[in-house]
Structures are given as C-alpha cells and as structure tokens.
C-alpha cells in the first residue's frame, strides 16, 4: 500500500520559513517523479515545484520561485518543500505528489491529473 505522509505545515508570520516534509512508502521512490501542489479555501489546486527522479532537475510555479526550494533524498523516501519569505497568499493546504510516468516536457510537471498518489495534506497558514 502506497502512502504519503506530509508534515511540517503550521502557523507562521510572514517573512518567516518552514520546511514541508513528505516521507514515502510502499513504492519505489526513486523511481517516481515528485510534485508539491496547494490548494487555498474556495480555490483549485495549483501546482508548486516538482523534481525529477534523481533529483537533478527542479521546477518551480512564477509565484514561488526564488522562495521556495525543492529537494529529495532517495535514501530516505523524502522529499522536502523549503518555503522561505512567506507571505499571506502562500496559505494553504500542501499536498505532495508522486508520478512514475517520465516528463517529456516541463507542462508535465505541472498537471495534476498525471500524478499517480498523493499525500492527505498539510496545512500552512501565513499571518500579515
């Protein structure tokens, strides 16, 4: 049974960090391409960052990029969301993802439908 465990979300002000975390299990992770997306109340679900399997490549969504950071360690089924200067439109409930089709071209990234498993989410909530 495949299972995705997210943690690390909380109540911060804005400015400050976090670290998202997603542990994977029941899967071979390496072998899985892995996405953040979120989901704010009364919105659709919008991609975050993705990374490919081994870890060479990132992805980031306009509004994150150069605040947030994306990382993996296949050692340990992890991949991490580092979310820094945040701001109160980050708020939202994040969820991880996992995809074993290949990306053959960035939009891939960045479609939801494409994903395989996902997490049950965790929330973040930013203060002004």
């Known amino acids: 049974q495949v299972q995705l465990v997210e943690s690390g979300g909380g109540l911060v002000q804005a400015g400050e960090s976090l670290r998202l975390s997603c542990v994977a299990s029941?899967?071979?992770?390496?072998?899985?391409?892995m996405g953040w997306f979120r989901q704010a109340p009364a919105k659709e679900r919008e991609f975050v960052a993705a990374?490919?399997?081994?870890?060479?490549?990132?992805y980031y969504a306009d509004s994150v990029k150069g605040r947030f950071t994306i990382s993996r360690d296949n050692a340990k089924n992890t991949v991490y969301l580092q979310l820094n200067s945040l701001k109160p439109e980050d708020t939202a409930v994040y969820y991880c993802a996992a995809d074993f089709n290949p990306w053959l071209k960035v939009t891939n990234t960045y479609d939801s439908r494409r994903y395989d498993y996902w997490g049950q989410g965790t929330q973040v909530t930013v203060s002004s």
């Open positions: 990374i490919t399997r081994n870890g060479a490549t990132t």
């Open positions: 029941g899967l071979t992770f390496s072998t899985y391409g």
